[in-house]
């Protein structure tokens, strides 16, 4: 069964409107991580930002929140005033518990977003 | 920049030729991950190591595939007699809280 589910493979925005990537996941470990990634042509994976599954508030950094809602299994990226150089690929990722073991990251088909001017 | 590096960045190879990546993590993290990422993917676990242990390995890593990590420092990975579906983008991963990745070595097998 897919972990991570990406229905959006493009999204096409105007420049200065704010986006939401999609992402579902599922998992019955209660401590996860989940994570969203930007991948510009270039092929560098960045980090963009990270919701642990108890933080109680939602994750934000700069222009990028995380609308977690754990109860529908949700972990949905906001891009606020979006800019031209926000066009990429977004990867939604999540690593499930397990301190002591690999805490390895599963993927999302990604969503290729484009930034129109 | 995240404080992982790999080299090459690029490496362009013929159908059974070897190949070796290296990848440096940030020097005080002794977990260090290998993903592959093939065109329009996401990226795939290949193996984990805990400072020079090798601790899991995926079902992806196959007999022509192997990892070290001598002394816990620096990673390499060699695949061996290389195919064309060995094209992908390999990845390093040294994680804290975020997992940071390296630059990657995009790999072309011809």
């Known amino acids: 069964a897919q972990k991570i589910t990406q229905t959006q493979p493009g999204m096409f925005v105007q420049e200065k409107e704010a986006v939401t990537l999609d992402c579902t996941y599922d998992t019955s470990d209660p401590s996860y991580g989940l994570f969203w990634y930007k991948q510009p042509s270039s092929g560098e994976m960045i980090f963009l930002i990270y919701?642990?599954?108890?933080?109680?508030q939602n994750a934000t950094e700069g222009r990028y929140s995380l609308n977690f809602q754990k109860a529908r299994k949700s972990a949905n990226l906001v891009i606020s005033a979006s800019q031209l150089g926000d066009s990429a690929m977004y990867f939604c990722a999540m690593r499930e518990g397990r301190i002591q073991g690999a805490q390895k990251l599963v993927f999302g088909q990604g969503t290729r977003l484009t930034i129109n001017p | 920049d995240t404080g992982v590096s790999q080299d090459p960045r690029h490496k362009i190879t013929k159908r059974g030729q070897n190949v070796t990546f290296r990848c440096d993590p940030i020097s005080e993290h002794n977990r260090l991950y290998w993903y592959r990422q093939t065109l329009g993917q996401g990226p795939e676990f290949l193996t984990y190591f805990q400072n020079e242990a090798q601790l899991e390995k995926s079902r992806l890593l196959s007999d022509r595939f192997s990892a070290e990590r001598p002394k816990g420092s620096f990673s390499t990975l060699e695949i061996q007699r290389t195919e064309q579906g060995d094209s992908a983008m390999y990845l390093c991963?040294?994680?804290?809280?975020?997992?940071?990745f390296g630059p990657g070595t995009r790999l072309t097998v011809l």
């Open positions: 991963a040294s994680p804290d809280n975020e997992q940071f």
């Open positions: 919701q642990g599954s108890y933080d109680q």
